[in-house]
């Protein structure tokens, strides 16, 4: 079936950088962008950015340029998601969503990676 | 940049009562890029609505979305137990989501 699995938990010293992967599987792994989201403790859902698995290209959310690195691996079908200069405030959980563009919507999610950053 | 609004933030109320949840764009949206998203707590958000109205696969008929331009509804007919949870509307852009509203139970 259509899945993306994450990887898991981290916890990380402010400064510090993590990277978190999202593997796919069911589907033609080229054929859909994928997005990544995130969530802090309690908070709604805030838009990072997005990459096109095809070509590798992306587009960041300007509150994140400079600090995350989106990138794919074709062979592996997963796509990564590199978050720097980590700080508390980066505390949350982080989604993968492909976005199905027949249906203009993020139609499959990952099960989420819990980012926590603390000294 | 597109804002979208949800309003209200909480609704309370009680198993089989209508659920009306709103979602307000500061420009017009077209109607094919939104989307609403259910969010229960410690899981991902699951795809309800796409395209303003049409339900995504597996999405029970008390669902259904309406509305155009800037404004758009949600509406759940008869809420069922596991129907209280958070609800997101989103539009295709650089700040997709709205503020969410909860459901809760009265």
């Known amino acids: 079936q259509v899945q993306l699995v994450q990887s898991g938990a981290e916890v990380k010293k402010p400064g510090a950088s993590v990277k978190v992967s999202c593997k796919a599987s069911?589907?033609?792994?080229?054929?859909?962008?994928m997005h990544w989201v995130r969530q802090a403790p309690g908070q709604g859902l805030e838009w990072m950015g997005i990459?096109?698995?095809?070509?590798?290209?992306?587009s960041y959310a300007q509150k994140f340029q400079g600090r995350v690195t989106m990138t794919r691996d074709t062979s592996t079908s997963t796509v990564y998601m590199e978050l720097s200069s980590l700080r508390s405030e980066d505390t949350a959980v982080y989604y993968c969503?492909?976005?199905?563009?027949?249906?203009?919507?993020?139609?499959?999610w990952g099960q989420g990676t819990m980012v926590t950053v603390s000294s | 940049e597109i804002v979208l609004t949800q309003s209200p933030g909480t609704l309370s109320l009680s198993p089989g009562e209508r659920a009306t949840l709103s979602c307000r764009a500061s420009?017009?949206?077209?109607?094919?890029?939104l989307a609403w998203y259910q969010q229960k707590p410690g899981q991902a958000p699951r795809l309800l609505i796409y395209?303003?109205?049409s339900r995504a696969t597996g999405i029970p008929d008390r669902f259904s979305g309406s509305g155009s331009g800037t404004d758009f509804t949600l509406t759940i007919s008869r809420l069922e137990p596991e129907d209280f949870a958070v609800y997101y509307c989103?539009?295709?852009?650089?700040?997709?989501f709205g503020g969410g509203t909860k459901v809760e139970i009265k």
């Open positions: 969503a492909r976005y199905g563009p027949s249906l203009n919507a993020f139609d499959i």
């Open positions: 420009q017009s949206v077209s109607s094919s890029y």
């Open positions: 990459i096109n698995p095809s070509g590798g290209s992306t």
């Open positions: 395209g303003a109205s």
């Open positions: 069911g589907y033609t792994f080229t054929s859909y962008y």
């Open positions: 989103q539009q295709y852009g650089s700040s997709p």
